[in-house]
């Protein structure tokens, strides 16, 4: 009984926590972005004008009944982003006034003709036009800048041909509502363009900016995690730490496609940055974009070589660690760079690939070449690691590799293990395979050093994508006529 | 003249051509897809059927005015597929209901207030609850669930609201509106469940299995064209074709997040494959898309292998073609496998992942260790290669590497060549940048061998990964009560 009671209080204190989660989530939030509070009390504003259309007796005697479709219409309409909003108003009005014209000149046919004929007349349009309609929508350019005037092309179309059926004066009811709709998209256009506009173009700016910094910071928490010398398991939740921010650096990145385009998309429609008839190069943005993610898949590979099945022991790795681990702090020097300079809105400085990325490759290059040895396989690789450890007094911290047994044995030991397998039930069968195929994979080991090698040329290859990043930056600065690179420090 | 004549004439011409084109991507959509066609049909059909609620007599007398709202609503809610009519619909009605509960509620308190204040009182509670909908549509999950029925709420409160000031019996035109929106969705969703149906479940299932095949052929073309002899130039074209093959295949699995997820939600409403009172696992299919996509990572780095400024010489990478060519093909055969049986609704072949493989990774491991000079660095690289061609008797089309000059040479002229060059303006500098570090970087080339390393080491980290993807079918397949694997040929 007292067990039923606490479970039930329990129960009741969870639920009571409901409400306070929920609080402390819209919270949240609205301080991450605070022009999230600002765009809803906007729109709570522009109901609220616009229902005083209904609510005032002058202004109900100019407008009527038909003040509800501006109400409509500001429900509908006002979004976000003054480029969204610009866009779906354009939109709506160009379907509007589309589907009037054709409306009236249907009605204008159909008039001629008797009351019955006439119904059929009516129906089959509504048919034709449907099937067209909703058939040009899949055309990949409409679909793209036009899907919302298409289906309120639709919507009005319907609306007025179907009553015209049983209206009089279709042309009065039509003129009415385009005035009311009227006046619903310039409320919405005053909240969004005039009183603290939201601009696509602005967050698209910001976004490039951000996934600069982002992939900076990825790439760095790479190479350091990599060459971390830290016992594994002791600090796995700080590794955890690190290897989550590096997935959330280079996702940010991978993931902005979508986000990207729709930003271009609406930015184009916004009238802001179009000063000197010059179009704002919004596509250079997302192509930009487009050259962060291909830059972006290295940053994931590097990633990879974190994750893989086959490591290069910790202590050959170290070997590496300083010329690597430069290379990487100069091409995140330089992503910071170009970050700052598309944030200011400057061109980028002509030395940002400084000699200092150059001389840390260089290093690099000579730090391989100096230990050949590591390149024979791994037992030579230990042998010279030995060698390498009591010529240079390597730090005490540094473990040895274990010597792995042979592959080829290791392989055929697994196949006389499986051999007899076969004769057992299919399901067991199936239990134990993933297992041994990553026994198999891991003790296929080829030179120990391979892995690393793959990870060195993951850095050099890295460098070459980031003159593609550069040169796309230079571009857009050019296009977007970004102020001339003078020298002097940016106040951030 | 003439000319101008030839001018206007060849305009003509071109504009003459426009709907010739036009029309040609109209029917060409039509064909890609012919359910397109009938999805638009379906949409002309349900226009017409509602518009009879306003045409014929008799329904008209039942429905009256408010027949638009029919009309309206089909416009908006008949979707492509069949869980996205369902998820419109539903959230469409519930939208409505509790705008209007909401609505009656705030119309029973204002009624006992006089006129003027009435307004206020009215005009207060549409700003409130615009800011407040606003604001929740801001929350994620209501975002991925609710947007749209959060949205109607708005609209429908906003309506009856608004309108409930000038109207006496409010209740009844609220019946009957919600009425003829009932109306309107039972047509919708008579359309598109019960005739021809498109579901959005069929779509995913598709597309994983056509990701699946594309990862395929993209691994092997990649792998075909790393080690393909022919000579670069002569046959550019051709290896153009090739790369937009491979670029094609990892790209579609790339770019498939937000359609997955779309198709996935969509298809959580559809009411086909939840017999047995058991969900269908559609996050499942997002899951393994996920995998994918990360399998999907190492296809794009082995092909910025293929376009990686620096290169192993192409004699050098002949020599391990057969090995990696076996276990690209492998690979395939394993995800072309696992693609067949997810088509065909059946569980995983327990042996998918078979020897061949095996032996092919353990052939690959047997060729690089029988050729451990190939690390010691470029110049004894072409000695061995030079030996190993006596020893061998090699095809005489194998070119040997032309020797390069010593690096650090080649960086210190960089250096020197960049002194006088600071003197000269920053215009020039910057335009001789990006040449002077490629330059710089394919020159840093380190162990001629060290890209092949790192194209060996993600073949190697292919077959790692391809195993999580093994796993994630399996999962499916257990999750969605695939029909057992049974060893019999599937007919396809």
Redesign the interface.
């Known amino acids: 009984m007292q067990k039923g009671s606490e479970v039930a209080k329990n129960t009741m204190i969870k639920i009571g926590k409901v409400p306070a989660s929920a609080c402390k989530?819209?919270l949240k939030?609205?301080r991450d972005d605070p022009r999230?509070?600002i765009?809803?009390?906007k729109?709570?504003?522009?109901?609220?004008l616009v229902?005083?259309l209904?609510?005032?007796e002058p202004l109900?005697e100019g407008v009527g009944?038909n003040?509800?479709w501006a109400?409509?219409t500001?429900?509908?309409v006002l979004e976000f982003t003054a480029g969204a909003t610009l866009c779906k108003g354009l939109n709506r009005g160009l379907g509007t006034i589309c589907a009037a014209s054709l409306a009236f000149f249907i009605e204008f046919v159909a008039e001629k003709t008797g009351h019955k004929s006439r119904?059929v007349f009516?129906?089959?349009s509504?048919?034709?036009?449907?099937?067209?309609?909703?058939?040009l929508r899949?055309?990949p350019y409409i679909k793209k800048n036009y899907d919302y005037g298409v289906?309120i092309f639709?919507?009005t179309f319907?609306?007025i041909?179907?009553?015209s059926?049983?209206v009089e004066n279709v042309l009065n009811i039509a003129r009415e509502r385009i005035y009311t709709i009227a006046i619903g998209c310039s409320i919405c256009l005053l909240m969004s363009l005039l009183i603290l506009p939201n601009w696509s173009g602005e967050d698209l700016h910001c976004s490039t900016v951000s996934k600069l910094e982002a992939l900076a910071r990825s790439i760095e928490a790479c190479v350091s995690d990599y060459f971390s010398d830290k016992d594994k398991e002791v600090i796995e939740e700080e590794a955890e730490t690190a290897r989550d921010s590096i997935y959330r650096g280079y996702r940010a990145v991978m993931?902005s496609?979508?986000t990207d385009e729709n930003l271009a998309h609406f930015a184009n429609w916004e009238p802001r940055f179009s000063k000197n008839c010059h179009r704002y190069p919004w596509h250079l943005y997302v192509k930009l974009g487009g050259v962060l993610r291909h830059f972006g898949?290295?940053a994931?590979?590097l990633h990879?070589c974190l994750e893989?099945?086959?490591q290069t022991p910790r202590s050959v790795r170290s070997l590496f660690r300083d010329p690597c681990t430069r290379v990487a702090t100069e091409v995140s020097k330089v992503l910071l760079e170009l970050g700052t300079s598309i944030k200011n809105r400057r061109r980028v400085s002509?030395?940002v690939?400084s000699?200092n990325l150059?001389k840390a490759?260089?290093d690099?290059?000579?730090a391989?070449?100096s230990q050949?040895r590591l390149?024979?396989?791994s037992n030579?690789a230990n042998n010279m690691l030995a060698n390498w450890k009591n010529d240079k007094e390597m730090s005490p911290r540094v473990t040895l590799p274990s010597v792995k047994t042979d592959?080829?044995a290791l392989?055929s030991e697994?196949?006389n293990k499986k051999v007899p397998e076969q004769s057992k039930d299919?399901k067991e069968?199936?239990q134990l395979?993933?297992t041994l195929?990553?026994l198999?994979?891991t003790s296929?080991e080829?030179?120990e050093?391979?892995?690393f090698?793959?990870f060195?040329?993951?850095l050099?290859?890295m460098?070459?994508r980031l003159?593609l990043v550069?040169?796309h930056v230079?571009e857009l600065g050019k296009a977007a006529n970004f102020k001339e690179?003078t020298g002097i420090k940016d106040d951030l």
């Open positions: 989530t819209l939030l609205g999230r509070v765009h809803s009390l729109v709570g504003t522009a109901l609220t229902s005083f209904y609510l005032l109900f009944q003040a509800m109400v409509m500001v429900v509908v119904a009516i129906g089959t509504v048919c034709v036009v449907g099937f067209t309609a909703t058939y899949f055309v289906l639709l919507l319907g609306l041909t179907v009553s059926y049983r993931d496609k979508s898949y290295i994931v590979a990879g893989s099945e086959i002509p030395d690939l000699d150059h490759l260089h690099l290059d000579i391989i070449k050949p390149f024979l396989g030579s592959v080829s392989l697994l196949r299919s069968r199936k395979r993933p195929s990553k198999a994979i296929l080829f030179s050093a391979l892995p090698a793959a060195a040329s993951l050099v290859e460098v070459a003159d550069i040169e230079e690179f």
